[in-house]
């Protein structure tokens, strides 16, 4: 979307069916010959072909890689096949543990012509993990949309979720396993015979839902835990805004944009120091980075927080002004077409005989 408002020309290839803005600027919408659920196995098979066509039809500068498994070895394979005459850019989060990451995404990694990640810690994670060069990987922070602000609760969501007047802890994100959420349930359950006012919020949808509720009942939490279900994107930053504290304590991020978001709204954050989340979140300055193998200092940590709405008040200025300052979606945007540029002009300069 930003690159689009930037006056840059998008070709984007998208499976029947899958929704897409409306008001998307400068995109022009290519269609697989399948619908959704479109797996990395299956894509050989009808993403080459789909690029093929668009560049056809008029051609295009960069290829721009999404996925380096679901898109990576078919976009290597149409250059190869169709011998178009483009640099490849691949983009990248962090890598999921797999016995495929290096059959798969180290080859895409080699071949592509330059990649970004969105921190410091995805580029180390690929040399330590595949092995592969990374000298041609540049890394250019994700942005923080300005939406995500400081607002009053809405009194309807209040109601919905029965808070009351108590402290909120807040959760917002995937529930998945990597997120860790029953350390949070653990780490709530320690801060709540100080503080039986306090509710945590778990906002999110399935997968782990039911086993996360069970949790919460083994650990007697029942109404001091309220679990929202799926939120809306129209409805994040009205969800953020319930909280008064932003835990996360998930086990690896390659960004960490929901400690992000939860910033840019003024709220503390305490959360893992794994992954990427430390290049985001400074500790002592905006909350606390702690080692999710610790829940009591997890727990020690959030009863502070919870006894000084001063401290949670400063700490919440200091979030937003950071994100301010490094994680808007201007600088990622300029820094991604930086990359583009640069690769382009490096692809269309003519090789050094006897180089």
């Not at 309220?226 to 304590?249: M, Q, R, S």
Request: with cysteine.
């Amino acid at each position: 979307m930003r690159l689009g408002r930037r006056g840059v020309a998008l070709d984007v290839i998208l499976a029947q069916g899958k929704r897409h803005p409306s008001d998307a600027p400068n995109w022009t919408v290519h269609r697989f010959g399948i619908g959704r659920g479109l797996r990395w196995w299956v894509a050989p098979a009808v993403v080459p072909r789909a690029i093929k066509r668009v560049w056809d039809a008029g051609g295009f500068d960069v290829l721009r890689v999404h996925s380096l498994r679901f898109i990576g070895p078919s976009a290597l394979w149409a250059r190869r096949r169709f011998r178009l005459d483009v640099p490849i850019v691949a983009h990248h989060h962090h890598l999921d543990p797999s016995p495929l990451n290096r059959v798969i995404e180290r080859r895409v990694v080699d071949a592509a012509d330059r990649v970004i990640v969105g921190s410091d810690f995805a580029r180390r994670q690929l040399d330590a993990e595949l092995g592969c060069r990374t000298h041609h990987v540049a890394v250019v922070p994700y942005g923080v949309d300005e939406r995500f602000a400081p607002t009053p609760r809405r009194p309807d969501l209040v109601a919905r979720y029965g808070l009351g007047g108590g402290p909120v802890v807040l959760y917002l994100g995937g529930l998945k396993p990597r997120k860790n959420l029953p350390l949070l349930l653990d780490v709530f359950a320690r801060v709540t015979p100080t503080v039986p006012a306090a509710r945590l919020v778990v906002a999110g949808g399935v997968p782990l839902r039911a086993d996360l509720e069970r949790r919460a009942r083994e650990l007697g939490l029942g109404s001091r835990v309220v679990f929202t279900g799926y939120v809306p994107e129209a409805e994040k930053v009205d969800h953020f805004n319930l909280g008064d504290i932003f835990v996360f304590p998930s086990a690896m991020e390659g960004f960490g944009l929901a400690v992000g978001e939860a910033m840019s709204c003024g709220l503390p954050v305490i959360a893992s120091n794994r992954g990427s989340i430390p290049e985001i979140l400074v500790d002592g300055e905006g909350g606390f980075l702690v080692d999710p193998a610790a829940p009591e200092r997890f727990a020690e940590r959030l009863s502070h927080l919870l006894a000084d709405a001063g401290l949670r008040a400063a700490l919440g200025r200091a979030n937003r002004a950071r994100i301010d300052a490094r994680f808007r979606w201007d600088r990622c945007v300029a820094g991604t077409c930086a990359v583009y540029e640069q690769t382009l002009a490096d692809w269309r300069r003519p090789a050094v005989v006897g180089a």
